[in-house]
């Protein structure tokens, strides 16, 4: 028997009031069918999958021996990854419900192939594929990028995906972590071991990429803390509480010590009681809280508003069709045309805008590149004057030519870590301000164009329809003018994950612009992480005779230390400009996006305008009885619509209240 030390309530609230959203978003689906708005109608069945297979990403980090394996199983309340006390995950693990136990293993992407389907593998041979062998250490080694395990779990039933990582100790892991995972997990635990407990790596991946990419409610785990004598406890606990707390947005609420082993065998006997004197219990019932009310609540209220905009449409088109309708065939005809030429105007208003867009990309692509190029200089500079005299070498002084092999891969993988640390302080304190600031600027000249462009549209349509009904006069909860363009594009679907767009519409234009700095971080620190692999650079230092020269001259390790700095740093300098440069193209081609959605948005408002008298026209010619028989379908639309929005401010008003 398995001792279950939480019930799953706020899980099973969540999904229900997952279920009352997706019913929702399907019943609007139904409605606007009948109103000719395609674009929005495709927005919302991407909107409607979204929602119903929203999941709860839980990223398990941590170091190597920190017993990371153990804490996912004492969680899971099963031995389902396998754990040693050597280094042992090699690959990504996913943890997922399945009716039944069963494993799906991924090849590792190549850029020469096409990538192979996933291959079933017994699930009693899951070791053979992500447990690391004798004498391999990275991730790369390994042919195969990640394991889906399916499972009967009670935790994964409720929508809950736990994703076991390789030991963080490894250069390719931290770079995959960084690309794959971190913008679309929904919380971290990071595993510690009380017996060393945050080291200085620890709290560089802490500060240098956790919280910079937008993680600043980390959960904190310190394992192994029944390994800690009882009269050193209290400093222990002291210390991780003085050293983690500031880290993590709630202090030391999110900061635990526990005994996942310990955790791990009771679960198994059923002992609730030893469960929770472990420390577990606690665990679960905090990352319930997190996920189930305050991650999956957001997730609620942001699709929420999305389908709140597409009422918003549907409220301002049903008036809008309806005195079209009244109106006869050829006055319609004619205000039609006569609207054609401020629409061509408008076209030309949306090119403006975009080429606005271009402009502000090749002059912050230029000063990133510019500001790039010269942070590597003075890098370059920097080891030379500073690093090689703080490098610790543990090669003896007599060298043979393997003894210097070993060495100059000493030099390399610690200059390659004191450079990774670097560049990433220099993103977050230098590069992520001057993004920040210019992006802001440039957003808010945007909205008022689009604001401009949008009212004039708005105009073209009263024009047409003859209808001096306005949005005040209906009453209409209002959106933005940037979140209806970003909308017409299927905007929400910009960011990863959650969408860039459902930001906006909960918590305005302004915060969405800001949403997509920390996904462009992520962006240039997969760049710097992958420049920055110390196996990459002890093959440049060891080649072209460098050895050899090394052993004919009988230098010292202290000289070879020199010379292997020099080396590293003139390399730095002369690639400075191309390094500079790709840093520059990732933050273009990701601030690019919104220059592509406002693109299409606002395209789309002169489509969705064009899209509606047509088929009114269209509607006209087929006689009056069908004239007046879509009337009076638009009048019993607009009651679904009333009924629709109401039962949508009575979810979010819930939401709120478990929010407040």
């Excluded at 609007?28 to 929005?40: E, G, V």
Aim: hydrophobic share 40%; charged share 25%.
């Amino acid at each position: 028997m398995v001792a279950q030390t939480v019930t799953y309530q706020k899980y099973e609230a969540f999904k229900e009031k997952q279920n009352v959203l997706a019913d929702l978003i399907k019943r609007h689906l139904k409605l606007i069918s009948s109103l000719n708005m395609t674009q929005s109608e495709n927005s919302l069945q991407q909107l409607e999958t979204l929602v119903q297979s929203n999941s709860f990403k839980v990223l398990v980090l941590g170091e190597f021996k920190r017993g990371k394996s153990t804490f996912i199983n004492a969680l899971l309340g099963e031995k389902v990854l396998p754990a040693y006390a050597r280094p042992c995950t090699a690959i990504i693990n996913e943890v997922k419900w399945g009716d039944s136990r069963r494993a799906l293993l991924h090849p590792a992407k190549s850029a020469d192939i096409p990538v192979p389907q996933p291959q079933e593998v017994p699930v009693n041979e899951i070791e053979e594929y992500v447990v690391i062998k004798d004498d391999v250490s990275e991730i790369n080694s390994n042919p195969y990028e990640k394991v889906e395990l399916f499972w009967p779990l009670e935790l994964c039933r409720n929508k809950v995906e736990i994703i076991d990582s390789p030991g963080l100790n490894e250069h390719d892991t931290r770079q995959k972590v960084t690309m794959d995972y971190l913008s679309t997990v929904d919380a971290i635990l990071f595993i510690l071991s009380c017996e060393a407990l945050a080291s200085k790596s620890e709290m560089d991946v802490i500060d240098n990429t956790l919280r910079p990419a937008g993680h600043e409610d980390i959960f904190f785990i310190c394992n192994r803390f029944n390994m800690i004598e009882d009269e050193e406890k209290d400093s222990i606990k002291q210390h991780g509480i003085k050293k983690l707390a500031p880290k993590t947005k709630r202090g030391a609420e999110r900061v635990f010590f526990i005994d996942a082993r310990g955790a791990l065998g009771a679960r198994l006997k059923g002992d609730i009681g030893q469960v929770e004197s472990s420390g577990l219990a606690l665990v679960e019932r905090e990352l319930e809280k997190f996920l189930a009310n305050e991650k999956g609540n957001i997730k609620i209220l942001r699709s929420a508003a999305e389908l709140q905009r597409a009422i918003y449409e549907a409220r301002e088109v049903i008036p809008q069709r309806e005195a079209m309708l009244r109106t006869d065939f050829k006055t319609l005809e004619a205000r039609y045309e006569a609207v054609q030429e401020p629409l061509h105007r408008l076209q030309i208003q949306r090119e403006q805008i975009v080429q606005r867009i271009s402009n502000f990309l090749e002059d912050i692509k230029q000063t990133i590149s510019a500001e790039g190029s010269s942070f590597y200089r003075r890098l370059a500079d920097k080891i030379v004057s500073e690093w090689v005299k703080t490098l610790e070498i543990k090669t003896p002084m007599v060298l043979t030519k393997s003894q210097i092999e070993k060495l100059i891969k000493e030099v390399t993988d610690q200059l390659s870590h004191k450079m990774e640390n670097e560049l990433l302080v220099w993103q977050n304190e230098i590069l992520q301000p001057l993004v920040s600031s210019r992006l802001e600027r440039l957003t808010q000249e945007i909205d008022e164009r689009a604001n401009e462009f949008v009212n004039q549209l708005d105009s073209l349509k009263i024009q047409v329809a003859g209808s001096v009904v306005s949005i005040d006069d209906l009453n209409i909860k209002k959106v933005s003018v940037i979140e209806r363009v970003l909308a017409a594009s299927g905007g929400f679907l910009l960011g990863a994950n959650i969408g860039l767009a459902g930001v906006g519409a909960v918590f305005g234009y302004q915060e969405m612009a800001k949403a997509i700095i920390p996904q462009l971080i992520l962006t240039v620190a997969t760049i710097t992480i992958a420049a920055t692999n110390p196996l990459m650079w002890f093959a440049a230092m060891a080649s072209g005779g460098v050895i050899q020269g090394f052993l004919t001259a009988k230098f010292t390790s202290n000289k070879i230390k020199e010379e292997a700095a020099k080396r590293f740093a003139a390399s730095i300098r002369d690639s400075a400009p191309q390094r500079g440069d790709k840093i520059a193209e990732a933050v273009v081609t990701k601030l690019a996006e919104i220059q592509n959605s406002i693109n299409q948005g606002l395209g789309q408002e002169i489509q969705n305008f064009r899209e509606q008298v047509d088929s009114i026209l269209e509607e006209k010619q087929q006689g009056q009885a069908n004239v007046d028989a879509t009337i009076s379908e638009l009048q019993v639309l607009s009651r679904e619509l009333d009924a629709i929005d109401q039962e949508l401010d009575a979810l979010v008003a819930r939401v709120a209240i478990i929010n407040s």
